[in-house]
């Protein structure tokens, strides 16, 4: 039982390249989140998904997009890579009630 | 618009005290609040949750409380230990907003042999 997991780990990108960040979970869980984190403003979700084939904005979507393809994997986008998406991005997943959150390790990105 | 707050940004204290952490939220129509600790280059690990029916809650050594009505949650950490040394965020689900939470920025604690 693994969790959350989340690939890749680090990634150093060029301003416009693009990529997709991988998240999938083994919990059985309905509900998929991804968050940033940056220094000084915590954790802010981007984007989320209640249950497979939905998707809904969070508080900061603009620049990315995100691909729910089936309960276990949720999937985030940067199409045009920008400096301002340097960040630390965590994947999270949930259940019901009580809903706690669980968290994959991060994966840490760098736009140059 | 629901704001998290938690202070200190900071704290240090001895090993064997015994200490509480502050989270303040604007909004009192929460869902849940839960307590996370984050260590250096990891993900989030969830302590405890408190339902906005609950007054508190115990894991071990660490015990949570929440107040609705005057905006605050405590988490107390007994007899505290180097290995309690993270940050540590609190975060609110708003009632009507699926499971989106609301994060404060944490309070980093280090406790000295």
């Known amino acids: 039982n693994a969790g959350v997991t989340q690939t890749p780990k680090f990634q150093v990108l060029k301003t416009g390249q693009s990529m997709t960040l991988q998240c999938a979970q083994d919990m059985n869980h309905n509900s998929m989140y991804w968050y940033r984190q940056d220094p000084g403003m915590g954790l802010r979700l981007i984007y989320y998904?209640?249950?497979?084939?939905?998707?809904d904005k969070g508080e900061v979507p603009n620049g990315y997009n995100v691909s729910r393809l089936n309960k276990r994997e949720f999937s985030l986008r940067l199409e045009s890579a920008a400096p301002s998406q340097t960040s630390v991005y965590f994947c999270a997943s949930s259940e019901g009630v009580p809903d706690t959150q669980y968290f994959g390790p991060g994966t840490r990105l760098t736009v140059l | 618009k629901q704001e998290v707050t938690q202070i200190p940004a900071a704290l240090s204290v001895p090993e064997g005290e015994n200490l509480v952490l502050n989270c303040s939220f604007t909004?009192?129509?929460?869902?849940?609040l839960q307590w996370f600790r984050q260590d250096p280059g990891k993900g989030l690990t969830s302590l405890l949750l408190?339902?906005?029916?609950?007054r508190e809650q115990t894991s071990g050594r660490l015990n949570a409380s929440l107040d609705k009505s005057s905006g605050r949650s405590t988490l107390y950490i007994a007899a505290s230990q180097p290995g309690d040394s993270a940050t540590y965020l609190c975060a609110v689900r708003r009632g009507n907003q699926g499971g989106k939470l609301i994060f404060g920025q944490g309070t980093e604690l280090s406790v000295k042999p």
């Open positions: 998904s209640a249950s497979e084939g939905t998707t």
């Open positions: 909004d009192s129509a929460i869902y849940n």
């Open positions: 408190i339902q906005s029916s609950q």
